[in-house]
T-cell receptor
């Protein structure tokens, strides 16, 4: 099955700093790629996604580009805020299906991001 | 977005007892639900996939007689941890999708923290 590796934290940054959280994947074919965020005390929320190579997903100032050459989907934000403090998970389908059928996701270990004022 | 609710959000039980966790899709019909387990500072591990009206598909290494999953309706799935032991203490998270074809967006519950004494 597919797998994902992301940098482990915690990552501590000052407010307005530039953020990069690395994520690389191993997959059959070209599955959709996701970033989920888990704020303290809450469930996981989809942050952004990309469904094909060279796609760029973006939301709330975060961006990630699906790069098949480097099998990466790094998460970036130009200027982080204290409210961005959370755990971020890179994910992709457990298997790459060509004919449909809902599939569970495989998650990275999560990166705990701490933004200091 | 769609809302998935879990209940209870936390539960403490004695060793040897059984605990049931509910997962409900509040504003959509969930044809497929997934149950994950998250250990402290670790990633989410997919336990099983359940489709409404059929038996759950368990991941390798997950005991189906230990973790009973029922998905009797399009809005409710339950996970019952039978004869719980301290090693079953964990954070259990459900997610749901309303599409049976492809990897639709997953919506996550808030999670249920189980502590077995």
């Amino acid at each position: 099955g597919n797998s994902v590796t992301q940098m482990e934290g915690p990552v501590t940054l000052s407010e307005e700093a530039f953020l990069t959280i690395n994520c690389t994947y191993t997959a059959t074919g070209y599955p959709s790629l996701f970033w989920y965020v888990q704020y303290p005390g809450e469930g996981l929320q989809l942050l952004l996604k990309a469904t094909k190579a060279d796609d760029k997903g973006s939301n709330k100032g975060f961006e990630a580009t699906y790069r098949k050459e480097t099998t990466s989907f790094h998460l970036e934000k130009g200027s982080v805020q204290v409210s961005d403090s959370a755990v971020y998970f890179c994910a992709l389908p457990k298997t790459t299906r060509s004919g449909g059928g809902a599939d569970g996701l495989t998650f990275g270990k999560g990166t705990h991001l701490i933004i200091q004022p | 977005g769609a809302v998935v609710s879990q209940h209870p959000s936390w539960v403490i039980c004695k060793s040897g007892t059984s605990v049931k966790i509910e997962c409900r899709s509040l504003d959509f019909q969930a044809t497929t639900m997934f149950w994950y387990r998250q250990f402290p500072k670790q990633s989410l591990m997919l336990m099983a996939t359940s489709n409404e009206g059929s038996k759950a598909t368990y991941e390798q290494g997950v005991e189906k007689d230990k973790f009973l999953i029922n998905h009797a309706s399009l809005t409710l799935s339950t996970l019952t941890v039978t004869s719980a032991h301290p090693e079953d203490s964990s954070f259990y998270i459900c997610s749901a999708t309303e599409r049976t074809g492809g990897t639709g967006e997953l919506f996550f519950g808030e999670g249920s923290r189980l502590t077995v004494l």
